[in-house]
């Protein structure tokens, strides 16, 4: 495919979907295409020597405005960029406001790509102030895709169109074992239990913190918990309630996450609400193991060969799941086959080219 110059358009900050927006624009980057990466500021795991360029949308304030006004200043940059920058598509991580600030400034004579994510579908995309301009936004645009099936039927339900479905991608060069690294995060003997996110409530943090103190009363473990977020001060709560804050770190966000999952021996997820879980995959490609809650397109991602999923809520199942695991006589094995699977079918390769597939339809190709 000839080199193409696009604009993609992402949240800048500690969600999934910037990640997966920025990670998606440096490899195309490096594969010869001109990226512009449009966002209120620098996205955090964008690498400083990437061939990106990014594109900083203002957010003006005007006492007269109850607030910034990010909509209307978003489509008026990609409108005043796209043509100084001869962009030839742009394509939104995360529907809202992206889906609607594109068409706004483009209406359907520009070919714009979407990708929904989760939340945007789910919670906010049902909110009925927002729900009219995003539908109408996403079903002129030359194509929309999700990143799990399960998020595409909702998005099917909720909006009328229908995604194609495009998983996220893990770099297996960055995101391997490292447990020469374990050592820095447990003690000799203990096992190392790992969770990431933005700790929103909808990830339920202080369950994991539950579910940790009930596998803390059979084994030797230690609970880490990478992020930060609104559910920090509850998870540390319910931890010094349960008497487990000794066993309980809390590590600050890093742009290199790869560096603390390498060295864990099992990831764990319970969030109530998950369409994909980019999280859980990286620890996949680092050869860790998932206990998750069965919810959204999780089950599509943590097959039962590396991994077990319990129901929502169910925290003495989740601790079981977690002790069958420890003690299971092939977790050795099992942690080969995650890292073997995220390479197989979540590789950066594939999915990129599968994005450009995307690109080709909509420009007519
Ligand atoms: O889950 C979050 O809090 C962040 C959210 C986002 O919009 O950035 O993540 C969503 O997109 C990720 C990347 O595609 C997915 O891995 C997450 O599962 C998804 N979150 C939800 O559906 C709740």
Redesign the pocket.
Known sequence: MRPLRLGLVA?PG???????ATELAHRLAQMGHEVFLFATERPFRLPKESPVRFVPVDLPFYPVFPGPLYTLSLAGTLEREAGRLGLELIHT??AIPHAAASYLAFGEGFPLVH?L????V??LGMDPAFHGPTRRALKNARATTA??QA?ALEAERAFGVRPTVIP?AVDPERFHPRPERKSLYAEEGEWLLVHA??F?P??RVPDIVRAFAKVRQKVRARLLLLGKGPEEAEARRVARELGVEAWVTFHPPTPHPEEVLGAADLFLLA?E?????????EALACGVPVVATAV???PELVRPEVGRLVELGDLEGFAEAVLELLAHPELPKMRQRARAYAQEHFHPERITRQYLEVYAKALGG
């Open positions: 949240y500690l969600g999934g979907s910037g990640i997966v991580h995360y990708t994510h989760g939340t945007d789910s919670v990143v799990s998020l996220n996110s933005n929103r909808i990830k969030s609400e998950e369409s994909f879980g980019q999280a859980a995959l959204g397109g999780v």
